[in-house]
Each structure stands twice: as structure tokens, then as C-alpha cells.
């Protein structure tokens, strides 16, 4: 069964890749699942037949059949357990993997957006400019912690697995900011994530949302 899912009509970014569709499509291109997408508003995420899917009035959404989800971290994990390549079959690595997804979404992602509101919800307030370096040294501090862990390593824990989809999308949205570039090693993670094939496919597609130009095979 091909399986829908739900994508910004018109992203603020422009189909660069940093909502969170994006991980959803990675994650399907990844295993090689075909998928469908529907474009919605802004407004049509608030309506009523939009929550019945996502209580919250946000994308991603996935549909299969019966099956409606939301919240991209369970989306990427259904589609990781039910499909070959992005979760070890090894029991303990398996859950150090999702693990790793995990400590993507709560650990460092939780401080990136915070990065994102206070610049552009809090970027007026009288507060701002003394709240905005303490936001910057909390994702410094997960930042020096992961890249720690990391070393020399290609991936978080053997080979590429969901949990690296989701820390290097988490980590994607900081690259405006410069501070991904003081970490090299991480810069250079996220740039591994973003060469591979499946991560090129899923970005042409949602760049293609923008573009109006659909994608090429390969
Ligand atoms: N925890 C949920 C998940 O992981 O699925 C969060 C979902 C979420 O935040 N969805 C956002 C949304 O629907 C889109 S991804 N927002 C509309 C709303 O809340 O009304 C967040 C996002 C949006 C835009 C950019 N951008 O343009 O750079 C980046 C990320």
C-alpha cells in the first residue's frame, strides 16, 4: 500500500529542506517505499478534517490504510520497523539506534528550537539580545557532547541507521547560524547525511513543491 503523507503548499523555506516532511521523505527513500504527497495550507492544517489526522494542526502526517500517525519521530520509527535499512537487526543495537532518534528530538533538537523562537518569535523583546547567547552556549554545550561521541566515526553507532536520519536533520537546521561550523565534525556528519542518495531524492522532491520541476531519477 503506498502511503500519504502530508507536506507544506508553501513552506517558509522554500523546499530547502528543513521541515519535517523532509526526514519522513528521507526516511521512505531510504528503504525505497513509493510514496504520495498532499500539500497543505496554512489555514487547512487548522481545519477540523486536518486534526482528525494531527491533533496539533501541523505536517507531517502519514497515512496507510487504516493507520493515520503524526509527529515525525513515530513516523520515521514505523517505517524503520517495518521496513529493511534504517534499524539493526541486532536486538541491543536496534535500541541503541533508536535510542539515537530519541536523543535527536529531546536532547538536541529541544535547544535548536529554542535557537528558532528566540529569533524569530522573541527577536523584539526588550530581553532578547541577553537571552539569545545563553540559547547559543546550551546548543554549544550538546553540540561539543555529541561531537565527543562521534570521534573519527562516519555514524552515531555502526552504520547509518534512523537515528542518524533524525539527528542530521535536527542538526540541518542550525547551518544558517554558523555554530554547526564550529563543530568540523559535525559539519562534516551532516554533510554525509545530505550526500546521501536517498537524502538528494527526498530534497529535489520537496524542492519541487517550489520549483514545479519534478524530479529526476537518481
Ligand atoms: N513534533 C512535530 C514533529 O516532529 O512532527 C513538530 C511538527 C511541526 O513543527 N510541524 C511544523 C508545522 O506544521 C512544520 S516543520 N508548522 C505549522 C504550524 O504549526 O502551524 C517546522 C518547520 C517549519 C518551517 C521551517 N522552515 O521554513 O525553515 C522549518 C521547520
Partial sequence: MIPTITAFENSPDRGQGLARDMRVRWALEEVGQPYEVRLVSFSAMKEPAHRALHPFGQIPTYEEGDLALFESGAIVFHIAERHAGLLPKDTNARARAITWMFAALNTVEAPILDLQTAKFLEGDKPWSGERLPLVKD??????????????????????????DLMMVHALLRLKPSGLLDEYPSLAAYVARGEARPAFKRAFAAQLAVFTGKVPTAG
Fill in 138 to 163: 546550551r546548543i554549544r554545550k550538546r553540540l561539543g557532547e555529541l561531537s565527543h561521541r562521534l570521534g573519527d566515526a562516519d555514524w552515531l553507532d555502526g552504520a547509518f541507521s534512523a537515528g
